[in-house]
């Protein structure tokens, strides 16, 4: 049964960076796909950035230029660079994997790492 977890988030000054990982187990991330997902209060969960197993990223509109996607097979970990944050990026980041992008695919899920930007 494969796992993901989530670290990294934290409380950081707008324009500031920070890196999330997710460490997989029982499961290889260069075979499946991955993906960042979050959920600020009130909001939906949105798909921030992903993966796919043909080195295909895509982002979110309004991370484009500011975050960047990327695995390292052999520490098999998923991580997200994210620069230049705003207030907006507030939210509970979310690691997934699944056999394809689409959303009902996505079978393994992390609890979550909380990242909060202040002005």
């Known amino acids: 049964q494969g796992h993901v977890v989530e670290s990294g988030g934290g409380s950081v000054q707008a324009g500031g960076a920070l890196r999330l990982s997710c460490a997989a187990s029982g499961l290889s991330v260069s075979r499946y796909c991955m993906a960042w997902f979050r959920q600020a209060p009130g909001k939906e969960r949105e798909v921030v950035a992903r993966?796919?197993?043909?080195?295909?990223?895509i982002y979110e509109d309004s991370v484009k230029g500011r975050f960047t996607i990327s695995q390292d097979n052999a520490k098999n970990t998923l991580y997200l660079q994210m620069n230049s944050l705003k207030l907006e990026d507030t939210a509970m980041y979310y690691c997934?994997?699944?056999?394809?992008?689409?959303?009902?695919?996505?079978?393994?899920w992390g609890q979550g790492t909380q990242v909060t930007v202040s002005s």
């Open positions: 997934a994997a699944g056999w394809s992008c689409h959303y009902s695919d996505l079978n393994y």
């Open positions: 993966l796919d197993t043909l080195g295909t990223t």
